[in-house]
């Protein structure tokens, strides 16, 4: 299977152990579920961002 690279250092992902495997794959749930905030963020910063400056607008009136 392919390499795996953990603090700098590469590994051979069979070489892992169960323990050392399961724990990478909790990892890499992590991160991904972490972009995916990261994603969600951005968009609601964009909206706050419409919402406050339509609202600015309407009240300048």
Do not use: R, W
Not at 3 to 8: A, E, H, M
Not at 10 to 23: C, G, P, Q, R, V
Not at 25 to 33: A, P
């Amino acid at each position: 299977m392919a390499n795996v690279t953990i603090n700098g250092k590469e590994f051979d992902y069979d070489s892992l152990s169960d323990k050392a495997k399961a724990n990478l794959v909790s990892l890499k749930f992590v991160q991904d579920e972490l972009a995916k905030i990261q994603a969600q963020t951005a968009v609601y910063k964009t909206a706050e961002a419409a919402y406050s400056k339509v609202l600015n607008e309407e009240i300048s009136d």
